[in-house]
Protein backbone atom coordinates (compact mmCIF):
# COMPACT_ATOMS: atom_id res chain seq x y z
CA UNK A 1 0.00 0.00 0.00
CA UNK A 2 0.88 3.86 -0.60
CA UNK A 3 0.63 5.20 3.29
CA UNK A 4 0.73 8.62 4.34
CA UNK A 5 0.72 9.64 7.61
CA UNK A 6 -0.13 13.97 8.51
CA UNK A 7 1.71 14.86 11.56
CA UNK A 8 1.59 18.78 12.31
CA UNK A 9 4.95 18.35 14.21
CA UNK A 10 7.95 16.11 14.52
CA UNK A 11 10.64 18.51 15.35
CA UNK A 12 9.71 18.04 19.19
CA UNK A 13 9.62 14.79 21.22
CA UNK A 14 5.68 13.73 22.12
CA UNK A 15 4.72 9.95 22.80
CA UNK A 16 1.97 10.32 20.02
CA UNK A 17 4.16 11.54 17.28
CA UNK A 18 6.77 8.54 18.62
CA UNK A 19 4.62 6.08 18.12
CA UNK A 20 3.32 7.29 14.48
CA UNK A 21 6.67 7.12 13.05
CA UNK A 22 7.81 4.01 14.88
CA UNK A 23 4.77 2.83 13.07
CA UNK A 24 5.89 4.64 9.67
CA UNK A 25 9.06 2.85 9.77
CA UNK A 26 7.29 -1.07 10.68
CA UNK A 27 5.69 0.04 7.59
CA UNK A 28 7.75 0.60 5.62
CA UNK A 29 10.28 -2.01 6.46
CA UNK A 30 7.12 -4.69 6.01
CA UNK A 31 7.14 -3.32 2.55
CA UNK A 32 4.55 -0.88 2.11
CA UNK A 33 5.61 2.75 0.89
CA UNK A 34 5.25 5.21 4.04
CA UNK A 35 5.47 8.82 3.55
CA UNK A 36 5.63 11.14 6.55
CA UNK A 37 4.39 14.78 5.54
CA UNK A 38 5.04 17.21 8.58
CA UNK A 39 5.03 21.05 8.92
CA UNK A 40 8.19 20.76 10.57
CA UNK A 41 11.78 19.59 10.02
CA UNK A 42 12.38 15.71 10.17
CA UNK A 43 12.86 14.72 13.82
CA UNK A 44 16.71 14.46 15.05
CA UNK A 45 15.61 12.33 18.35
CA UNK A 46 14.92 9.21 16.04
CA UNK A 47 15.72 8.04 12.69
CA UNK A 48 13.34 7.50 10.13
CA UNK A 49 14.11 4.94 7.62
CA UNK A 50 10.72 5.58 5.15
CA UNK A 51 10.38 9.14 2.92
CA UNK A 52 9.74 12.22 4.78
CA UNK A 53 8.33 15.66 3.55
CA UNK A 54 8.40 18.99 4.41
CA UNK A 55 5.46 21.20 3.46
CA UNK A 56 4.12 24.69 4.51
CA UNK A 57 0.65 23.42 4.84
CA UNK A 58 -1.60 20.38 3.86
CA UNK A 59 -3.53 21.64 0.80
CA UNK A 60 -3.89 18.56 -1.86
CA UNK A 61 -0.99 19.84 -4.15
CA UNK A 62 1.62 18.84 -1.16
CA UNK A 63 0.12 15.56 -0.64
CA UNK A 64 1.34 12.31 -2.89
CA UNK A 65 -0.97 10.07 -3.92
CA UNK A 66 -2.01 7.59 -1.46
CA UNK A 67 -4.14 4.21 -0.82
CA UNK A 68 -4.80 5.57 2.63
CA UNK A 69 -4.08 9.19 3.74
CA UNK A 70 -3.85 9.42 7.63
CA UNK A 71 -4.42 11.79 10.27
CA UNK A 72 -3.20 12.12 13.77
CA UNK A 73 -3.81 14.90 15.54
CA UNK A 74 -7.81 16.20 15.08
CA UNK A 75 -6.74 18.61 13.54
CA UNK A 76 -5.48 16.56 10.41
CA UNK A 77 -8.65 14.61 9.82
CA UNK A 78 -9.93 17.82 7.79
CA UNK A 79 -7.23 17.58 5.48
CA UNK A 80 -6.81 14.18 5.11
CA UNK A 81 -10.44 14.09 3.75
CA UNK A 82 -10.20 17.29 1.46
CA UNK A 83 -6.97 15.77 -0.07
CA UNK A 84 -9.03 13.41 -2.05
CA UNK A 85 -5.61 11.53 -2.20
CA UNK A 86 -6.64 8.22 -0.75
CA UNK A 87 -9.13 6.91 1.61
CA UNK A 88 -8.97 9.27 4.98
CA UNK A 89 -7.79 7.54 8.13
CA UNK A 90 -8.14 9.42 11.65
CA UNK A 91 -5.86 7.26 14.38
CA UNK A 92 -6.73 8.18 17.36
CA UNK A 93 -4.32 7.86 20.45
CA UNK A 94 -6.53 10.09 22.75
CA UNK A 95 -9.59 12.09 22.39
CA UNK A 96 -9.24 15.95 22.56
CA UNK A 97 -12.13 17.18 23.09
CA UNK A 98 -11.46 16.34 27.15
CA UNK A 99 -8.58 18.29 26.91
CA UNK A 100 -9.43 21.68 29.22
CA UNK A 101 -7.27 23.58 26.81
CA UNK A 102 -9.66 22.52 24.10
CA UNK A 103 -13.04 23.18 25.80
CA UNK A 104 -13.48 26.39 23.15
CA UNK A 105 -13.18 24.52 20.67
CA UNK A 106 -14.92 21.09 21.56
CA UNK A 107 -17.36 21.69 18.85
CA UNK A 108 -14.99 21.72 15.87
CA UNK A 109 -13.24 18.58 17.21
CA UNK A 110 -15.90 16.74 17.45
CA UNK A 111 -17.18 18.20 13.78
CA UNK A 112 -13.86 16.70 12.77
CA UNK A 113 -14.46 13.43 13.73
CA UNK A 114 -17.81 13.09 12.37
CA UNK A 115 -16.56 14.28 9.22
CA UNK A 116 -18.42 11.61 6.76
CA UNK A 117 -16.30 9.05 4.98
CA UNK A 118 -13.41 9.07 7.63
CA UNK A 119 -12.46 5.42 8.78
CA UNK A 120 -11.43 5.77 12.81
CA UNK A 121 -8.21 3.37 14.33
CA UNK A 122 -7.80 3.43 18.00
CA UNK A 123 -5.73 2.32 20.49
CA UNK A 124 -7.22 1.57 24.08
CA UNK A 125 -10.66 0.23 24.87
CA UNK A 126 -11.81 3.26 26.87
CA UNK A 127 -11.11 5.58 23.77
CA UNK A 128 -13.27 2.96 21.57
CA UNK A 129 -16.23 3.38 23.91
CA UNK A 130 -15.68 7.01 24.23
CA UNK A 131 -15.99 7.42 20.28
CA UNK A 132 -19.17 4.92 19.86
CA UNK A 133 -20.60 6.35 22.75
CA UNK A 134 -20.55 10.10 22.44
CA UNK A 135 -20.21 10.48 18.88
CA UNK A 136 -21.85 7.38 17.60
CA UNK A 137 -18.39 6.19 15.68
CA UNK A 138 -17.67 2.45 15.35
CA UNK A 139 -14.10 2.64 14.92
CA UNK A 140 -10.87 -0.80 14.89
CA UNK A 141 -9.22 -1.03 17.81
CA UNK A 142 -5.68 -1.99 17.73
CA UNK A 143 -3.41 -3.34 20.42
CA UNK A 144 -0.48 -0.32 21.18
CA UNK A 145 3.30 -1.19 21.74
CA UNK A 146 6.37 -0.42 23.72
CA UNK A 147 9.49 -1.12 22.13
CA UNK A 148 11.01 -4.27 24.08
CA UNK A 149 14.55 -3.98 22.49
CA UNK A 150 14.79 -0.81 24.74
CA UNK A 151 12.65 -1.06 27.69
CA UNK A 152 14.29 -4.29 28.66
CA UNK A 153 13.43 -6.05 32.04
CA UNK A 154 15.90 -5.04 35.34
CA UNK A 155 17.01 -7.34 37.92
CA UNK A 156 15.16 -6.67 40.94
CA UNK A 157 15.81 -3.97 43.11
CA UNK A 158 16.46 -3.58 46.75
CA UNK A 159 16.17 0.17 47.44
CA UNK A 160 18.83 0.67 50.19
CA UNK A 161 19.04 4.16 49.89
CA UNK A 162 16.90 7.33 48.81
CA UNK A 163 14.06 6.02 46.97
CA UNK A 164 14.28 7.05 43.55
CA UNK A 165 10.94 8.03 42.06
CA UNK A 166 10.54 8.33 38.33
CA UNK A 167 8.23 11.49 37.11
CA UNK A 168 7.75 12.03 33.64
CA UNK A 169 5.78 14.22 31.09
CA UNK A 170 5.03 17.77 30.75
CA UNK A 171 4.46 20.01 33.77
CA UNK A 172 2.72 22.62 31.58
CA UNK A 173 0.30 19.95 30.70
CA UNK A 174 -2.28 20.63 33.28
CA UNK A 175 -4.40 17.57 32.81
CA UNK A 176 -0.96 15.23 33.40
CA UNK A 177 -1.10 16.68 36.86
CA UNK A 178 2.12 16.27 37.35
CA UNK A 179 1.73 19.08 40.80
CA UNK A 180 0.19 16.40 42.88
CA UNK A 181 3.27 13.76 42.27
CA UNK A 182 5.39 16.65 42.97
CA UNK A 183 3.10 17.08 46.23
CA UNK A 184 2.91 13.46 46.78
CA UNK A 185 7.01 13.51 47.36
CA UNK A 186 6.95 16.17 49.37
CA UNK A 187 4.70 14.51 51.57
CA UNK A 188 6.86 11.32 51.77
CA UNK A 189 10.09 13.61 52.30
CA UNK A 190 8.45 15.68 55.03
CA UNK A 191 7.30 12.10 56.73
CA UNK A 192 10.76 10.82 56.74
CA UNK A 193 11.31 9.08 53.43
CA UNK A 194 14.40 10.14 51.69
CA UNK A 195 13.42 10.72 47.81
CA UNK A 196 15.18 11.29 44.96
CA UNK A 197 13.01 12.48 41.95
CA UNK A 198 14.21 11.30 38.36
CA UNK A 199 12.22 13.82 36.41
CA UNK A 200 12.07 13.61 32.57
CA UNK A 201 10.52 16.31 30.43
CA UNK A 202 10.45 16.89 27.25
CA UNK A 203 9.44 20.75 27.65
CA UNK A 204 11.42 23.44 29.94
CA UNK A 205 11.16 23.02 33.65
CA UNK A 206 8.53 24.94 35.06
CA UNK A 207 9.29 27.18 38.28
CA UNK A 208 7.23 25.66 40.37
CA UNK A 209 9.69 22.51 39.71
CA UNK A 210 12.57 23.92 40.94
CA UNK A 211 12.35 24.56 44.54
CA UNK A 212 11.95 21.17 45.88
CA UNK A 213 13.31 20.01 49.38
CA UNK A 214 14.90 16.46 47.68
CA UNK A 215 17.53 16.08 45.32
CA UNK A 216 16.35 16.36 41.55
CA UNK A 217 17.81 14.17 38.47
CA UNK A 218 16.68 16.19 35.37
CA UNK A 219 16.69 14.80 32.11
CA UNK A 220 15.02 16.68 29.48
CA UNK A 221 14.17 15.93 25.63
CA UNK A 222 15.92 12.29 26.00
CA UNK A 223 15.99 10.41 22.68
CA UNK A 224 13.61 7.14 22.87
CA UNK A 225 16.72 4.71 22.98
CA UNK A 226 17.79 6.25 26.30
CA UNK A 227 14.74 5.97 27.86
CA UNK A 228 15.33 2.07 28.86
CA UNK A 229 18.56 2.90 31.20
CA UNK A 230 16.41 5.72 32.80
CA UNK A 231 13.53 3.13 33.86
CA UNK A 232 15.54 0.73 34.80
CA UNK A 233 17.42 2.84 37.44
CA UNK A 234 14.21 3.58 38.98
CA UNK A 235 12.45 1.97 42.15
CA UNK A 236 9.22 3.51 41.57
CA UNK A 237 7.33 5.14 38.94
CA UNK A 238 4.07 7.48 39.25
CA UNK A 239 1.62 8.22 36.71
CA UNK A 240 -0.81 11.41 37.94
CA UNK A 241 -3.03 12.09 35.02
CA UNK A 242 -6.16 13.15 36.54
CA UNK A 243 -8.92 12.19 33.83
CA UNK A 244 -10.29 10.95 30.91
CA UNK A 245 -7.84 13.29 29.08
CA UNK A 246 -5.10 10.56 29.03
CA UNK A 247 -5.33 8.28 26.09
CA UNK A 248 -2.57 5.69 26.61
CA UNK A 249 0.30 7.28 28.38
CA UNK A 250 3.41 4.84 27.03
CA UNK A 251 5.77 5.23 29.98
CA UNK A 252 3.60 3.39 32.65
CA UNK A 253 3.69 0.47 30.25
CA UNK A 254 7.48 0.91 29.29
CA UNK A 255 8.50 1.63 33.47
CA UNK A 256 6.52 -2.09 33.88
CA UNK A 257 8.56 -4.06 30.71
CA UNK A 258 11.77 -2.24 32.63
CA UNK A 259 10.24 -4.32 35.99
CA UNK A 260 9.59 -1.34 38.07
CA UNK A 261 6.83 -1.02 40.35
CA UNK A 262 3.98 1.40 39.68
CA UNK A 263 1.70 3.68 42.08
CA UNK A 264 -1.04 5.39 39.23
CA UNK A 265 -4.14 7.05 39.62
CA UNK A 266 -7.58 5.17 38.78
CA UNK A 267 -8.44 6.75 35.34
CA UNK A 268 -9.78 4.93 32.32
CA UNK A 269 -6.20 5.00 30.40
CA UNK A 270 -4.67 3.20 33.38
CA UNK A 271 -7.34 0.86 34.47
CA UNK A 272 -7.52 -0.22 30.43
CA UNK A 273 -4.16 -1.63 30.26
CA UNK A 274 -5.42 -5.35 31.18
CA UNK A 275 -4.90 -7.81 33.75
CA UNK A 276 -4.99 -7.35 37.27
CA UNK A 277 -2.09 -6.29 40.30
CA UNK A 278 0.07 -4.44 38.05
CA UNK A 279 -0.45 -1.24 40.24
CA UNK A 280 -1.14 0.50 43.48
CA UNK A 281 -3.98 2.56 42.06
CA UNK A 282 -4.84 6.23 44.06
CA UNK A 283 -7.85 8.42 43.68
CA UNK A 284 -6.50 11.15 41.13
CA UNK A 285 -5.41 14.76 42.21
CA UNK A 286 -5.17 13.32 46.24
CA UNK A 287 -1.37 13.82 46.93
CA UNK A 288 -1.78 11.84 50.45
CA UNK A 289 -2.42 8.55 49.16
CA UNK A 290 0.27 8.93 46.69
CA UNK A 291 2.89 9.61 48.76
CA UNK A 292 0.99 6.51 51.03
CA UNK A 293 1.39 4.15 47.87
CA UNK A 294 4.84 4.95 46.96
CA UNK A 295 6.50 4.34 50.31
CA UNK A 296 4.43 0.95 50.00
CA UNK A 297 5.33 0.61 46.45
CA UNK A 298 9.24 1.20 46.97
CA UNK A 299 9.66 -0.36 50.47
CA UNK A 300 7.59 -3.45 50.89
CA UNK A 301 9.21 -6.37 49.46
CA UNK A 302 6.02 -8.15 49.29
CA UNK A 303 4.39 -5.73 46.84
CA UNK A 304 7.30 -4.81 45.25
CA UNK A 305 7.70 -8.52 44.20
CA UNK A 306 3.61 -8.74 43.07
CA UNK A 307 3.91 -5.31 41.59
CA UNK A 308 7.04 -5.96 39.20
CA UNK A 309 5.76 -9.77 38.28
CA UNK A 310 2.38 -8.36 37.41
CA UNK A 311 3.72 -5.49 35.41
CA UNK A 312 6.27 -7.13 33.61
CA UNK A 313 3.04 -9.61 32.52
CA UNK A 314 0.89 -6.54 31.60
CA UNK A 315 3.73 -5.09 29.46
CA UNK A 316 4.16 -8.27 27.52
CA UNK A 317 0.94 -7.80 25.87
CA UNK A 318 2.30 -4.62 23.56
CA UNK A 319 4.66 -5.75 21.47
CA UNK A 320 5.81 -4.30 18.13
CA UNK A 321 5.10 -6.88 15.60
CA UNK A 322 1.27 -7.65 16.95
CA UNK A 323 0.57 -4.09 17.02
CA UNK A 324 2.51 -3.44 13.59
CA UNK A 325 0.36 -6.14 11.96
CA UNK A 326 -3.24 -5.46 13.52
CA UNK A 327 -2.40 -1.90 12.33
CA UNK A 328 -1.59 -3.33 8.59
CA UNK A 329 -4.79 -5.16 8.58
CA UNK A 330 -6.85 -2.35 9.99
CA UNK A 331 -5.29 -0.10 7.18
CA UNK A 332 -5.86 -2.61 4.71
CA UNK A 333 -9.41 -2.63 5.64
CA UNK A 334 -9.84 1.06 5.75
CA UNK A 335 -8.32 1.28 2.01
CA UNK A 336 -11.01 -1.49 1.09
CA UNK A 337 -13.95 0.81 1.90
CA UNK A 338 -12.81 3.21 -1.19
CA UNK A 339 -11.43 0.19 -3.56
CA UNK A 340 -13.33 -1.96 -5.90
CA UNK A 341 -13.94 -5.63 -5.07
CA UNK A 342 -10.80 -7.36 -5.74
CA UNK A 343 -11.29 -10.56 -8.42
CA UNK A 344 -11.68 -13.46 -6.98
CA UNK A 345 -9.18 -15.34 -9.96
CA UNK A 346 -5.54 -13.62 -11.06
CA UNK A 347 -5.79 -11.67 -13.61
CA UNK A 348 -4.50 -11.95 -17.21
CA UNK A 349 -0.76 -11.93 -17.98
CA UNK A 350 2.41 -13.34 -16.48
CA UNK A 351 1.73 -15.45 -13.52
CA UNK A 352 5.16 -14.87 -12.19
CA UNK A 353 6.32 -13.84 -8.48
CA UNK A 354 6.93 -9.80 -7.63
CA UNK A 355 10.38 -8.89 -8.58
CA UNK A 356 10.88 -7.16 -4.80
CA UNK A 357 10.60 -7.91 -1.14
CA UNK A 358 7.77 -5.25 -1.12
CA UNK A 359 5.70 -6.53 -3.84
CA UNK A 360 6.44 -9.83 -1.96
CA UNK A 361 4.67 -8.80 1.26
CA UNK A 362 1.81 -6.42 0.01
CA UNK A 363 0.68 -9.72 -1.73
CA UNK A 364 0.93 -11.96 1.26
CA UNK A 365 -0.78 -9.24 3.06
CA UNK A 366 -3.51 -9.19 0.57
CA UNK A 367 -3.15 -12.99 0.12
CA UNK A 368 -4.10 -13.08 4.17
CA UNK A 369 -6.79 -10.23 4.38
CA UNK A 370 -8.95 -12.60 1.31
CA UNK A 371 -8.70 -15.68 3.43
CA UNK A 372 -9.38 -14.39 6.85
CA UNK A 373 -12.60 -12.57 5.30
CA UNK A 374 -13.71 -15.94 3.81
CA UNK A 375 -13.19 -17.59 6.81
CA UNK A 376 -15.26 -15.16 8.24
CA UNK A 377 -18.01 -15.52 6.04
CA UNK A 378 -17.94 -19.17 7.16
CA UNK A 379 -18.12 -18.95 10.18
CA UNK A 380 -21.34 -16.70 10.20
CA UNK A 381 -23.21 -19.65 8.23
CA UNK A 382 -21.57 -22.02 10.66
CA UNK A 383 -19.16 -24.03 8.08
CA UNK A 384 -16.64 -24.15 10.55
CA UNK A 385 -14.79 -27.40 9.34
CA UNK A 386 -14.04 -25.28 5.52
CA UNK A 387 -12.90 -21.73 7.64
CA UNK A 388 -10.12 -23.69 9.29
CA UNK A 389 -8.68 -24.62 6.11
CA UNK A 390 -8.84 -20.66 5.19
CA UNK A 391 -7.34 -19.66 8.34
CA UNK A 392 -4.69 -22.20 8.70
CA UNK A 393 -3.47 -21.23 4.83
CA UNK A 394 -3.44 -17.84 6.19
CA UNK A 395 -1.27 -18.96 8.69
CA UNK A 396 1.08 -20.64 6.51
CA UNK A 397 1.86 -17.31 4.91
CA UNK A 398 2.59 -15.25 8.23
CA UNK A 399 2.83 -17.88 10.61
CA UNK A 400 4.20 -15.40 14.01
CA UNK A 401 0.36 -14.08 13.76
CA UNK A 402 -0.46 -14.96 16.87
CA UNK A 403 -3.99 -13.91 16.62
CA UNK A 404 -4.93 -15.52 13.51
CA UNK A 405 -3.31 -18.70 15.30
CA UNK A 406 -5.74 -17.63 18.12
CA UNK A 407 -8.36 -17.55 15.45
CA UNK A 408 -7.61 -20.92 14.03
CA UNK A 409 -7.67 -22.60 17.51
CA UNK A 410 -11.41 -21.36 18.20
CA UNK A 411 -12.65 -22.11 14.66
CA UNK A 412 -11.23 -25.89 14.99
CA UNK A 413 -12.84 -25.76 18.81
CA UNK A 414 -15.89 -24.88 17.47
CA UNK A 415 -15.42 -27.71 14.15
CA UNK A 416 -15.43 -30.37 17.06
CA UNK A 417 -11.56 -30.69 17.19
CA UNK A 418 -10.60 -30.51 20.45
CA UNK A 419 -7.20 -31.95 20.23
CA UNK A 420 -6.24 -29.82 17.68
CA UNK A 421 -7.33 -26.76 18.95
CA UNK A 422 -5.84 -27.33 22.29
CA UNK A 423 -2.63 -27.76 20.62
CA UNK A 424 -2.87 -24.38 19.34
CA UNK A 425 -4.16 -23.11 22.65
CA UNK A 426 -1.30 -24.58 24.35
CA UNK A 427 1.42 -23.44 21.63
CA UNK A 428 0.39 -19.89 22.41
CA UNK A 429 0.75 -20.47 25.86
CA UNK A 430 4.02 -21.28 25.60
CA UNK A 431 4.82 -18.38 23.09
CA UNK A 432 4.37 -15.77 25.47
CA UNK A 433 0.31 -15.47 25.47
CA UNK A 434 -1.29 -14.62 28.75
CA UNK A 435 -4.44 -13.59 29.01
CA UNK A 436 -7.39 -14.32 30.04
CA UNK A 437 -9.81 -15.45 27.01
CA UNK A 438 -6.83 -17.65 25.96
CA UNK A 439 -6.75 -19.11 29.43
CA UNK A 440 -10.99 -19.43 29.82
CA UNK A 441 -11.00 -21.52 26.38
CA UNK A 442 -8.46 -23.97 27.40
CA UNK A 443 -10.60 -24.17 30.75
CA UNK A 444 -13.28 -25.16 29.15
CA UNK A 445 -12.15 -27.64 26.71
CA UNK A 446 -9.92 -29.17 29.55
CA UNK A 447 -13.20 -29.36 31.90
CA UNK A 448 -15.01 -31.01 28.49
CA UNK A 449 -12.55 -33.52 28.03
CA UNK A 450 -12.63 -34.14 31.95
CA UNK A 451 -9.16 -33.16 32.90
CA UNK A 452 -10.84 -31.19 35.56
CA UNK A 453 -7.46 -30.46 37.49
CA UNK A 454 -6.00 -29.15 34.61
CA UNK A 455 -9.39 -27.21 33.89
CA UNK A 456 -9.19 -25.70 37.39
CA UNK A 457 -5.61 -24.43 36.70
CA UNK A 458 -6.43 -22.65 33.54
CA UNK A 459 -9.30 -20.61 35.06
CA UNK A 460 -7.21 -20.02 38.04
CA UNK A 461 -4.86 -18.73 35.18
CA UNK A 462 -7.68 -16.49 33.79
CA UNK A 463 -8.58 -15.10 36.69
CA UNK A 464 -4.98 -14.25 37.48
CA UNK A 465 -5.00 -12.55 33.94
CA UNK A 466 -7.99 -10.06 34.48
CA UNK A 467 -10.70 -12.04 33.44
CA UNK A 468 -12.79 -12.06 37.12
CA UNK A 469 -16.18 -12.44 36.61
CA UNK A 470 -18.91 -14.72 37.87
CA UNK A 471 -18.63 -16.75 35.40
CA UNK A 472 -15.12 -17.54 35.40
CA UNK A 473 -15.19 -18.31 39.38
CA UNK A 474 -18.25 -20.47 38.63
CA UNK A 475 -16.17 -22.40 36.26
CA UNK A 476 -13.68 -23.17 38.35
CA UNK A 477 -15.83 -24.05 41.31
CA UNK A 478 -17.52 -26.62 38.92
CA UNK A 479 -13.69 -28.25 37.93
CA UNK A 480 -12.62 -28.25 41.44
CA UNK A 481 -16.12 -29.58 42.54
CA UNK A 482 -15.70 -32.19 39.51
CA UNK A 483 -11.93 -32.63 40.64
CA UNK A 484 -13.40 -33.77 44.38
CA UNK A 485 -12.15 -30.45 46.18
CA UNK A 486 -15.55 -29.16 47.83
CA UNK A 487 -13.75 -26.57 49.80
CA UNK A 488 -12.24 -24.92 46.52
CA UNK A 489 -15.74 -25.52 45.21
CA UNK A 490 -18.07 -23.67 48.05
CA UNK A 491 -15.11 -20.70 48.05
CA UNK A 492 -15.02 -20.16 44.48
CA UNK A 493 -18.94 -20.36 44.18
CA UNK A 494 -19.00 -17.82 47.29
CA UNK A 495 -16.75 -15.46 45.32
CA UNK A 496 -19.06 -15.74 42.23
CA UNK A 497 -21.99 -14.87 44.57
CA UNK A 498 -19.73 -11.87 45.83
CA UNK A 499 -19.34 -10.47 42.44
CA UNK A 500 -22.62 -11.49 40.93
CA UNK A 501 -25.30 -11.66 44.44
CA UNK A 502 -28.14 -13.39 41.91
CA UNK A 503 -26.06 -15.44 39.54
CA UNK A 504 -27.93 -18.04 38.54
CA UNK A 505 -25.64 -21.35 38.25
CA UNK A 506 -23.21 -20.07 41.29
CA UNK A 507 -26.33 -19.73 43.65
CA UNK A 508 -28.05 -23.93 42.49
CA UNK A 509 -24.22 -25.02 42.62
CA UNK A 510 -23.74 -23.73 45.88
CA UNK A 511 -27.23 -24.80 47.00
CA UNK A 512 -26.00 -28.63 45.44
CA UNK A 513 -23.09 -28.35 47.04
CA UNK A 514 -24.98 -27.75 50.74
CA UNK A 515 -27.48 -30.52 49.68
Not at 174 to 201: E, F, M, N, S, Y
Not at 223 to 232: F, K, L, S
Not at 261 to 285: E, K, M
Not at 388 to 404: G, H, I, K, S, W
Request: negative net charge; hydrophobic residues 45%; glycine residues 8%.
Amino acid sequence: MRITWLLEATDHIWGGVKVALEDANWLHDRGHHVTVVSRTAAPDWMPLRCAFLRVPDFRREHIPDSDVLIGTYWSTVPWALAAQKGMPVHYCQGYEGDHPDCAAIKDRIEAAYRLPGVQHITIAPHLTRRLQQQLGIEAREIVYAIDHDVHVLAPPRAPQGPLRVGLIGPYQVAWKDLATGLAACRLAHAAGQPIVLVRVTNTTPAPEERNLPFPVEWHERVPPAQMGAIYRSLDVFLGTSRGAEEGFFLPAIEAMAAGVPCVLTDIPCFRGYGGDGYALFVPPQDPAAMAEALVVAGRVGDVRASLREAGVRTAARYRQNAHGEQLEQALLACHRQSAPPVAATLPPGPRTLPGDTGDLHRLTATLVERLRTTAADLHRQGIHADATRFLAAACCLVPDDLELRRELGHQHYLAGDGAAAMQIWEELQARGLDDGDLHLNRGMLLHALGRHDDAAQAFRAALAAGARSADTYNSLGVALYRAGDLGGARHAFERALALQPQHPDATANLQSLAA
